[in-house]
């Protein structure tokens, strides 16, 4: 027996005492502060807990050592002090999808109770154990200090009151995030609930013989096992392209070590995860495609389309060739960038539950939650009626929580069980399992004439979309339509092409195929500039994209075209800088290319002073929530003393598109002002007392942007974002500041853009440096989230945010969406600051380090 005191009570535990305490935590105690984010590597921090006065990760633990000791999770902290830390990350804009939130307020308290009065330094190096893929860590600092001075001067702190667009308003669900009393998936419990794990291809590439799950049926607690055979409508499903199977049946193919062979539901996820272990399988193992340079040619056919998944091309004015010709500077290069892994905090996770109608819900942190129904009603062969989706805030996504991964198994087992059902990837299945960034090589060639005026850009771009579409194509293509970045160039031949290789699927990261085309677009403006003499800032200012002028599909922009404020917003800082790399960006709003986008949302009087507010996009610590609440307070004068209960589930009949495109800000915006605006009209009648039990609907569709090959004006996208990025080194080639000026329409919450732009310029300085994720010959290399590269507060600059207010005639009150461009120009900033220090043009992602100055 195993005695020691959890919060200020005493506890006894008389099960293994190697067993983790963070399952003691979450899954005895229901602790549920305590989060899992890295599956006991002793990487993330998430969950972190005091013993007896020390910072502890619980997921390394064994009970055993905490015998006699004093432990404390969030839970148990003074209410002052939890109170304080709580409401300082939300004062500061420090929580956003808060996964990782709890373990570092943990963090925070031991900390300040050992040095009231630290330096951001102290902060810092306290924190280096933590990991944030989404804040960029500044804010946090902040907030630890504003938790600290008000605790020396024993203060209160005061949120943001005014409600409506322009203010810092209070995040959505900051403070339980915060605190870690809001739930994500994983953290939600029902009665009798079993638990899935699934058994995955042990190789990318072999044809399945046989799967034998006799061994595994017979073990105690497993309830069954599911192969192919079980599903009874469409096996295979997809995004765009229905080209994924949900499990490989016997004689077929493996196409990647994401497949999944089998999946084993049992009374708890130990003895499901041992039943996976008991699964035999024999396999004829077949040799790989893993190199997309080779898969035009290649004998092995991924699909029996073949290799090729999609192919856009672009030509526009006179034959390249000619025009190089008779250009005065001519540069060219040939640029890679590798896979990347999104490495959000919280893995994926889904819960099922049988509905009285034969139907099923289905709880999701996808980005997407009508494609999950549609997708997931078709694998069952059910109506889409019967499947409601309801969207659970998601622990971060970046644009990887777009397919499906476990939502589809989830809820096959809860309804051949009829029985709730979790299903839940641990780290290392999901670096195994959902899509990465594209790694694509790139073949430029750029020319401007004696003034510097770009004349022309030929561009070649190749994509590994790995064994599955995704919507690899649809991201491919955007590296292509972005070729020439945020410049207006009269003359482009540009060719990208997607293809399928036995590597993990590539689909959606955030940038969406812009960060690739940017990092050789950028590299090569710079070698421009170097070949002619030409000033770096006013090459890109007299070429940047304006009013008027074309994008690279040919797009000609009209009003609100901030990309020349940005320009200018960081030209003291580059004048100033000694050794500086200079790097702009476009970014489309909106999928566009002639696709039709739709946004609908549904008001409702709940009582006489709650709205409750239904949409179908997703909340993934983008601050979409806050957005929505804000726009429906400034349309309608409201303070606030009136709550806004904002939710998201099919069922609502409030429809919304996958969150993608840096697009939910636009389309959520006009949905929500229409809405509004329908209860305002009300509201001059009458009280909201009045109007209890009231709806209002409204629907914002864009259905006018066309492809690039039309032969009447072309119409892109909506809308398009704009950024300028000034990485400032030293004398010792470090990178001590990064500008990032950003145009973002109308800055509906300066705090969530702030932090927006903050957090994209970390991933963007990891994609520089350190990230890539460890892959050979179709196989991982490693499972571990330390190998992936991804950057820790100790390695982060000094980073300025100038927010560039531009209005945008499409947006809501002028927004614009600025979720994907903070990452796109970091990159080749950094790599053209590297060149100038050691003259060394670096053509490769992850850059190649500095050599030091003789």
Request: with cysteine; net charge neutral.
């Amino acid at each position: 027996m195993i005695s020691f005191a959890l919060n200020g009570r005493q506890t006894e535990f008389a099960g293994d005492e190697k067993t983790p305490l963070l399952h003691f935590l979450r899954d005895i105690q229901g602790l549920m502060s305590v989060k899992d984010g890295c599956s006991g590597q002793a990487t993330c921090g998430a969950c972190l807990v005091e013993i007896d006065g020390k910072a502890t990760l619980a997921c390394v633990t064994p009970m055993k050592r905490v015998a006699g000791t004093q432990v404390f999770s969030i839970e148990g902290f003074p209410e002052n002090v939890r109170r304080i830390l709580g409401r300082a990350f939300v004062a500061q804009g420090a929580v956003q999808c808060g996964y990782c939130t709890p373990g570092i307020l943990s963090r925070a308290k031991i900390l300040l109770e050992n040095n009231s009065l630290p330096s951001r330094e102290d902060v810092a190096k306290a924190l280096r154990a933590h990991l944030c893929r989404c804040t960029g860590y500044v804010k946090i600092i902040d907030a630890i200090l504003l938790a600290a001075q008000v605790l020396r001067e024993n203060k209160a702190i005061e949120w943001e009151v005014n409600t409506g667009i322009g203010h810092s308003y209070p995040k959505y669900d900051g403070y339980a995030k915060a605190l870690g009393t809001a739930p994500f998936i994983n953290d939600m419990q029902f009665a009798g609930m079993h638990h899935g794990a699934l058994k995955f291809s042990d190789h990318p590439r072999a044809k399945v013989l046989s799967i034998d799950v006799t061994v595994a049926e017979a073990l105690p607690g497993v309830i069954k096992v599911f192969t192919a055979e079980d599903i009874p409508g469409e096996r295979i499903q997809g995004i765009i392209v229905k080209d994924w199977p949900m499990m490989v049946a016997i004689n077929e193919e493996t196409r990647c070590i994401g497949d999944v062979l089998a999946g084993v539901v049992a009374e708890s996820e130990a003895i499901a995860r041992q039943g996976v272990e008991k699964i035999k399988v024999t396999y004829e193992i077949l040799q790989p495609l893993t190199e997309m340079t080779e898969a035009a040619e290649s004998s092995i056919r991924i699909h029996k389309s073949g290799n090729l998944l999609k192919e856009t091309v672009i030509k526009r004015g006179q034959p390249v060739d000619q025009v190089f010709a008779s250009s005065a500077h001519v540069v060219e290069g040939i640029f890679e960038t590798p896979f990347v892994e999104h490495a959000f905090l919280e893995t994926e996770a889904s819960i099922a539950l049988p509905r009285d109608d034969r139907g099923v819900t289905v709880y999701s942190q996808s980005q997407g939650i009508f494609k999950d129904r549609m997708q997931i009603a078709s694998l069952l062969g059910l109506p889409e009626e019967q499947v409601n989706v309801v969207q659970v805030a998601a622990g971060g996504g970046f644009g990887g929580k777009e397919d499906l991964t476990v939502q589809h198994h989830a809820a096959l087992y809860a309804m051949a069980l009829q029985n709730p059902v979790k299903v839940r990837l641990n780290r290392a299945e999901s670096i195994r399992m959902h899509p990465k960034r594209h790694r694509m090589q790139m073949d430029y060639k750029l020319a401007c004439d004696a003034e510097g005026r770009l004349t022309a850009l030929r561009a070649r771009i190749v994509g590994d979309t790995g064994a599955y579409a995704s919507v690899g194509g649809e991201v491919v293509a955007r590296t292509g339509t972005h070729a020439a970045g945020a410049y207006h160039i009269s003359h482009v031949d540009v060719i990208s092409r997607a293809f399928y290789t036995n590597n993990p699927p590539a689909g959606a990261f955030r940038g969406f195929g812009v960060n690739q085309a940017t990092f050789a677009m950028e590299s090569l403006v710079d070698e421009l500039c170097i070949q002619a003499g030409l000033d770096p800032w006013q090459f890109r200012y007299d070429n940047a994209l304006d009013t008027g002028k074309m994008t690279t599909t040919g797009h000609v922009l009209g009003k609100g075209i901030g990309l020349r404020q940005c320009l200018t917003a960081v030209r003291k800082a580059y004048q100033e800088a000694e050794i500086s790399g200079l790097a702009c960006a476009i970014k489309n709003c909106g999928i566009g290319n002639g696709l039709e986008e739709i946004s609908e949302t549904r008001l409702k009087v709940a009582d006489s002073n709650c709205i409750e507010l239904y949409h179908g996009w997703t909340e993934m610590g983008q601050g979409l929530q806050t957005i929505a609440r804000q726009v429906l307070c400034e349309v309608l004068d409201l303070d606030d003393t009136v709550e806004v209960v904002v939710k998201s589930f099919t069922d609502a009949g409030a429809m919304g598109g996958v969150t993608t495109a840096s697009r939910g800000t636009s389309l959520l915006g006009h949905s929500v002002t229409r809405a509004a605006q329908k209860l305002k009209a009300d509201l001059e009648k009458q009280p909201l007392a009045e109007l209890v039990g009231n709806q209002y609907f409204a629907r914002y569709v864009v259905d006018w942007t066309t492809t690039h090959d039309v032969k009447e004006e072309i119409i892109s996208h909506f809308s398009y974002g704009f950024a300028a990025h000034l990485a400032v080194l030293g004398k010792d080639g470090a990178i001590n500041c990064i500008y990032a000026a950003h145009d973002g329409g109308k800055i509906i919450n300066p705090a969530l853009f702030e932090g927006q732009v903050e957090g994209g310029v970390v991933m963007g300085l990891g994609y520089a440096l350190s990230e890539k994720l460890p892959l050979k010959d179709g196989k991982l290399l490693s499972t571990r989230m330390a190998k992936l590269g991804l950057p820790r507060i100790g390695d982060i600059p000094e980073i300025k945010v100038i927010g560039i207010e531009c209005p945008d005639p499409m947006g809501p009150f002028g927004a614009k969406g600025v979720g994907e461009i903070g990452t796109i120009p970091t990159a080749p900033a950094i790599a053209n600051a590297y060149c100038r220090f050691d003259g060394e043009r670096r053509t490769q992602l992850p850059l190649a380090p500095l050599r030091k100055k003789t």
